[in-house]
């Protein structure tokens, strides 16, 4: 199954508490909205790259348990972007202050903030241009590291704001920088 998107410009444009609304309404659909107001239909992933993500959220999750410097987040949690777009990475981690100073309701609803780091997993069904675009887009809305996993093309592309797009060849250690202090990941 392939990523559906759906232009609703011409005849809505939804506006935050009517995206949530929708998505609330269609627990069972993973969807995202960018930043031109497209619907985005994302589809399941299989067994392997479910594993695979899973894998990922807990080392994060370890690190972070550990240091106690964030909050960390699944691909079910949708982060409104200062452009306008509802996105959710795989993996997403906020610094423990920026999420602190968000209100209880900002919390509950879609985080009105950009991820510290994010990664996204390349699955079979995803397309890379895709992937990249997105990854820009979240540069572009003040992400400071991320990582797309692209296992078929056995690399990862390291994004940083300000700095050309890195590409890693597998296997690889990854570091988290200064953005998570002390952090590898082996892939």
Known sequence: MN?????????????????????????DVSLELNAQGELIIVPPVGGESGRSEADLIIKVGNWNYQTKLGIVFSSSTIFRLPNGAKRSPDVAWIKLERWEALTEEEREKFPP?????????????????????KMQEYIENGLRLGWLINPQDKEVEIYRIGKPVEIVQLPAVLSGEDVLPGFELQI
């Open 3 to 27: 990523t559906v998107t759906l232009n609703l410009d011409p005849i809505i444009r939804l506006t935050d508490d009517q995206f949530y609304q929708l998505c609330m309404a269609n627990k």
């Open 113 to 133: 903030l950009t991820p510290d780091f994010i990664i996204e997993l390349r699955s079979k069904t995803d397309r890379l241009k895709t992937l990249q675009e």
